[in-house]
DNA sequence: ATCTTGATTTTTGTATACATTTTTAATTAA
DNA sequence: TTAATTAAAAATGTATACAAAAATCAAGAT
């Protein structure tokens, strides 16, 4: 097992809901927490905090950011944007050799069976990520779409969502790399555009008809 | 004068050049120059870091990022992705107050008349991103953009480009808001998208240009 | 009852000191 | 000469202590 940075801790603590969406986190509880001194909790919580992992609250403190419907969905809109672009600047470097590397990946993400919906996301991440770093010719793309993967993450996390939508997306994901590898590369973005939309459509509509259901809860008592 | 934040004097500092491409950035040296302890320094760097101003040189220590022509064009083709989808998201929020502010703005920018490269290219920024931000509807998208121009305006301040290319960028941002006005929302996001696309291809040959000269100059005197 | 005002408490910001790691330089062997 | 190894140095990481700021709460005025 190996030992985790405090920033990689929090992290992995904020996804998993250990500081759930609203929390405050000061430096002195964490540091207490976390049985560090103030100035690693500093350094983890300002980096989280530019990543966008948390939010100001107020003007000196941090919280765990809301999950709202609507920020799912600019996310995806994000994905969209992005990911055929990142795909389309690898394109000429995705070599057989770098496509083998993704199956692998791929194969081996089928084999891990009981994975939360967070952790099958972040995997789904990687593969991705394989194939737009090919060549590391974008650089900043990928650092970008990194941050809005580390934001997808806690949506994924939120709930065990559409169980059966996993054996799609690991379909798509194998025609994906079938496409590649013959050279068809139009066809390739088109898939990885529908690809995204699908996966976000599921989850904006999941979010949104949780949100509706927790509002009318919290109404229907008041009035 | 307002005073700064080590962070914010920074930022400045290497967009103007104090601290130039390739420097290595240690907290000991600036935390003398600066006149504060190393804390409020660490602060700032991985602040610098997480915004991609300054990248990792080594195991432990950070530098200020080389430019490249290829970067550049990366950058471009990002805003190229994002700044139409911020407009397209923005746009049932932008009433007329809202375009009333921006043209405000744009007279505000033109009336300056001695600015470098670098600050013009932040006003104009400024501009596009009180477009995106009505409603308040994209805070990601808007901070990802942020990102992005943050490191467009080192591009910009790296040399005096184009001189008369600012007045044909003030043109079409008039012609921007027109459109806007006039509810022509998809010739507004078409100009958006070549006025973008122009800026991006002048950086990108000017950079280009300028690398041919300094790498036959490196090689000619050894060979 | 609500809104100010001021004092109290909590929290964050920064300096200093020390521990650990990284980097650099020098030395030795191949 | 080059590469590897090791010792010196410099730099970063962390803890503690203190200063400044922010948030909280209670008392008083409207």
């Known amino acids: ?25 000061n430096q002195q509880k964490l540091s207490d927490y976390y049985q560090v001194s103030r100035i690693p909790v500093r350094d983890a919580l300002q980096q989280l905090k ?7 609250a107020g003007k000196a403190s941090l919280k765990v950011p809301e999950l709202s419907a609507a920020e799912a969905e600019e996310l995806y809109q994000i994905r969209l944007a992005l990911e055929p672009l990142a795909l389309e600047r690898a394109l000429p470097a995705l070599s057989f050799h770098q496509l ?30 394989l194939l737009y770093q090919a060549g590391d010719q974008s650089p900043q793309l990928l650092q970008l779409l990194h941050r809005v993967h580390q934001q997808v993450e806690r949506y994924l996390g939120f709930q065990e969502l559409a169980l059966n939508y996993t054996d799609t997306s ?4 194998w025609q994906l790399l079938q496409l590649l590898r ?28 949780l949100e509706q ?11």
Chains 1, 2 share one sequence.
Not at 3 to 24: E, F, H, M, N, V
Not at 170 to 173: F, I, N, Q, Y
Not at 182 to 209: E, K, N
């Open 170 to 173: 690991a379909t798509e994901h």
């Open 50 to 56: 530019a990543e966008g992992l948390l939010v100001m």
């Open 100 to 129: 083998g590397r993704a199956e692998d990946l791929l194969q081996q993400i089928e084999q891990q069976q009981h994975l939360s919906a967070a952790d099958r996301g972040a995997m789904n991440w990687q593969f991705h990520a």
């Open 213 to 223: 259901t927790t509002t009318s809860q919290q109404s229907s008592p008041a009035d």
């Open 182 to 209: 013959d050279g068809q590369s139009q066809q390739a973005l088109t898939l990885l555009h529908s690809h995204i939309a699908q996966a976000g459509q599921l989850l904006v509509q999941h979010l949104t008809a």
């Open 1 to 25: 097992m190996k030992t985790l940075s405090l920033y990689q801790q929090l992290r992995q603590d904020i996804r998993q809901g250990i500081w759930p969406a609203g929390q405050l986190m």
